[in-house]
Every structure is written in structure tokens, then in C-alpha cells.
């Protein structure tokens, strides 16, 4: 069984042309770091009806994802590079809608990407018991759901215990992605993430949308500005558009290629 691995700031996927059967499981088998290859999950990338291609995402638990922010400029990366196509504008469908891309390409292989992340939804704040304590956490849909808390010190963000109990609060029945966020300076923040099936992450493409958003509404950053969200592996330059639209930019890399015995 062939795949690629590709990570985008520390956000890392194997990524595979085609069906495979029970994704799910392979995901979970594979996915583990110290018994298979190491991933935060595997995307399937294939044939659509309505865009260019089409993406599926499983999450490390085996649970699908609806949309990755950080996985889908790897997808235009890996359609690119190995001759799927020779776009560099592209368009590709996932469980929260179609997404569109722009690739930078250099030497002749893709180095980033920008991708219309489509309209993102900020919901009024709202107050959650958590841990034992009273959480403040905005929540926002980017195509999937999040929860972004602000912190005074994102270093030390509760990521592993209020980050988890965000994750399957009831206020969140399909479970949530939890964003910790310090404000750094006027267009700048830090994030942390605990993602939905994933746990700790080293970024968050749709988190990072979630957040800039969150961040226009509470006044902390501005409408049509370029905004810097730093995260564990690397910053991703995020824009909200006066429509609502987040435009979401970042590099996208290949680790290497990979063969594999599927027992």
C-alpha cells in the first residue's frame, strides 16, 4: 500500500490517490506514532463531480473530518507535483463545501498555498462549565465546529484537560476543535489546539480561520488586514473578507513517499 506523507506547519496527513477499504481503521493504524507511521490522520484525495478533486479526511480516532486547513493546500500541493493536473488555480470539494485554491509554485513544485475557506460563522460568546471552572469560549463554524477561548498566556494553555473537556461537552454534540488564544499585538495572536479526534496538534487551518475571525469580532484584529496566527508549528496568514470569507495562506511540504505491508 503506497501513500505520501505531507505536513503543513506540523499538521501532517498521509495522504492517498483513490479509495482504500475502511479508511477509518487504516487511519487508526497508521496514524499511531509509535506503532505505525505517525500522522494526525489520513486524507483521500479523488475524482469529483462538482470541483477539480475531492478530499476526505479521518482523524487519528478513525472519526471523518469535515474540512483541514492545513491538509487541503497539501492536497494542491500533491495533485500538482505529481501531474494531476497542471492548474494552479484550483477547486475541491469536501464534507463542508468547495474550497478553492491558488498554489505558489517554485521550481516547478508547489511551495504554498492560499485557500477561500469560505464564510465563517462567529456566534455570540458563551460561558461553559469545564474542569470545574466557568470557560469562556466564542464559538465559531468554519464548515466545522470550534470553540475559541482567550488566555493570557497560550504556552500554558489547559490544552489536555479543558481543551478534552470542550471537545465533548454537551453544548457541542458533535464535538468541537478548542482554540486557546493570546492576543500578542494588533493583528498578531498566538494559538494552541486541541483538535476534534486528534488531541494536540502542531497547527489548525480551520482553527486558525476560526480564531482570526473570533478576533475581528472582539476588536482585537481587522476586517480586510493580514492577520498572523502563530501556532506550534509555524504562522498562517489569515484575511476575513467583508462577506465573511477567510483566506487562509501557508506552505505545505512532502516528508516522503511511503510503501507499506497492509495486514
Not at 506523507?5 to 477499504?21: A, I, R, S
Not at 494536540?200 to 492577520?227: H, K, P, W, Y
Request: aromatic residues 6%; negative net charge; contains cysteine.
Amino acid at each position: 500500500m503506497k501513500f505520501t506523507k505531507m505536513e503543513g506547519l506540523g499538521n501532517d496527513y498521509l495522504y492517498f490517490f483513490g479509495t482504500v477499504d475502511d479508511p477509518a481503521a487504516i487511519s487508526r493504524k497508521y496514524s499511531d506514532r509509535h506503532f505505525g507511521v505517525g500522522s494526525d490522520g489520513i486524507i483521500l484525495i479523488g475524482p469529483s463531480d462538482t470541483a477539480d478533486f475531492s478530499m476526505r479526511i479521518f482523524n487519528a480516532d478513525g472519526s471523518e473530518a469535515k474540512m483541514c486547513g492545513n491538509g487541503i493546500r497539501c492536497v494542491g500541493k500533491y495533485v500538482y507535483d505529481k501531474g494531476y493536473t497542471d492548474k494552479t488555480h484550483l477547486t475541491v470539494s469536501t464534507l463542508s463545501g468547495i474550497k478553492i485554491l491558488d498554489l505558489t509554485v517554485k521550481d516547478g513544485k508547489v511551495a504554498a498555498a492560499t485557500v477561500d475557506m469560505g464564510k465563517v460563522v462567529v456566534s455570540d460568546p458563551v460561558s461553559l462549565k469545564a474542569c470545574g471552572q466557568n470557560v469562556i469560549c466564542t464559538p465559531v463554524s468554519v464548515g466545522n465546529p470550534h470553540a475559541v477561548t482567550f488566555v493570557e498566556d497560550a504556552e500554558h494553555a489547559p490544552l489536555t484537560t479543558v481543551g478534552t473537556a470542550l471537545e465533548h461537552h454537551t453544548f457541542f454534540p458533535e464535538g468541537v476543535n478548542a482554540e486557546f488564544v493570546q492576543v500578542l499585538e494588533k493583528n498578531k495572536v498566538r494559538m494552541r489546539v486541541w483538535e476534534r479526534g486528534s488531541g494536540i496538534t502542531m497547527a489548525c487551518g480551520t482553527g486558525a480561520c476560526a480564531t482570526a475571525a473570533a478576533c475581528v469580532q472582539a476588536g482585537f484584529c481587522s476586517l480586510n488586514e493580514d492577520i498572523a496566527v502563530v501556532l506550534d508549528g509555524g504562522t498562517l496568514t489569515i484575511r476575513i473578507l467583508e462577506n465573511g470569507h477567510a483566506m487562509m495562506t501557508g506552505p505545505c511540504n512532502t516528508v516522503c513517499e511511503c510503501e507499506v505491508e497492509n495486514v
